[in-house]
C-alpha cells in the first residue's frame, strides 16, 4: 500500500528504508562503525571479473542494480507495480559494495510531478509516494555503464578501496543523477565523495 509522506529527502529515504526493513542497518553503516574491528577491503587479481572483493560477507544478500531492475520488470508484469506513466529521475544505492552490489536500490520515479520512490530489499519491491522534487534529467540506464563495471574499472577501483580503508569502512551509498554517478564514503568523523561519468566511468570531481 502506497503512503504520503511530507519532509526533507533525505530523512524521507531514510524513512522508507526503515520501513523496508526493521533494525537493518542503511547509508553505508559497516561494522566498525558499531566499535566492531575494521576489516580492510582486499583487491582481488584481475582475473575473468577484474572487481574487488569485499571479505566481510553481511546479511540481507546484496544485489546488482541489473537484477534488481530485472526482478522489477516481473513484479510490474505480475500487477505487483504499476509503473505506467513514470519517468526515472534517480537511482540510489544503499550498503554498496566494493564490487557495485548494494543492500538496497531505491529508483526515485516522476509522474505529472508527483515523486514515488520505487525499493528494493531482501527480494521484494516496496512503494512510497513522496511530496518531494527529484531532478529534472531523465536517467537513461540502458546509456549508462552499470555500477558493477564502474567499480570492475581497475582505477576507480583502486581509488575507492583506498578510500575505503582510509575510513575504515567496508560499504559505499551511490547515486546516478542524468549521466553521473556519486560514490559517497563515510564513516563517523569523516567521508568522502567522488563524481564519474556514467558513460564512461572517468572520474571527473572528488571532494
Known sequence: MLSRVRSAPFLLVLLL???LSAGCSILGKSPES????ATPVQATNPGSSGSFEDITARNPPKVSLEDAMASLTVAEQEGGIDMRGMTLRQVFGYGVDSSGLARTWVLGMEKGGKTTLLAYSEGEWKALDMDVPLPAEEVRLGDLISPEDLFRN?????L????????????????ITGEAYQVTLHSPTDGKTFT??????????SA
Do not use: C, H, Y
Open 17 to 19: 528504508l526503515f520501513s
Open 196 to 205: 564519474f561519468s556514467g558513460k564512461t566511468g572517468e572520474l571527473t570531481q
Open 154 to 158: 581497475r582505477k576507480n577501483a583502486d
Open 160 to 175: 575507492i578501496v583506498q578510500e575505503m580503508n582510509r575510513l575504515r569502512v567496508t560499504e559505499s551509498d551511490l547515486t
Open 34 to 37: 558499531d566499535g566492531g574491528p
